[in-house]
């Protein structure tokens, strides 16, 4: 099973960018589809965004189309997640997941990371 680990969250402000890597290790990479996940406080664990495994087809949720991208590089491993525009509203742990498909349902992912953390100030 594919281990995965999330970085480059941290505190931007309202209107800036950040992009989250989701680095993949122990596994066949190229596997597996990637989902992005964000848990908000006091709130339940959310899509956000999901690539395929050959990383042709993409889907988003409908708050974040527009201004989040999702991109992979199977060479390295690894999983972007752009986010151009940000809103307050956006702050959340993030969170990747790894399955056979792009699902929206996160019930549907093996393997996660541990989340990384996103906050936007206004």
């Known amino acids: 099973q594919v281990q995965l680990v999330e970085s480059g969250g941290g505190l931007v402000q309202a209107g800036g960018s950040l992009r989250l890597s989701c680095a993949a290790s122990?596994?066949?990479?190229?596997?597996?589809?990637v989902g992005w996940f964000r848990q908000a406080p006091g709130k339940e664990r959310e899509f956000v965004a999901a690539i395929t495994r050959s990383g042709g087809s993409s889907i988003f949720a409908d708050s974040v189309k527009g201004r989040f991208t999702i991109s992979r590089d199977n060479a390295k491993s690894t999983v972007y997640l752009q986010m151009n525009s940000l809103k307050p509203t956006d702050t959340a742990v993030y969170y990747c997941a790894g399955g056979r498909h792009y699902y929206t349902d996160m019930r549907l992912y093996d393997s996660w990371g541990q989340g990384t953390q996103v906050t936007v100030s206004s």
């Open positions: 122990g596994g066949t990479f190229r596997s597996y589809a």
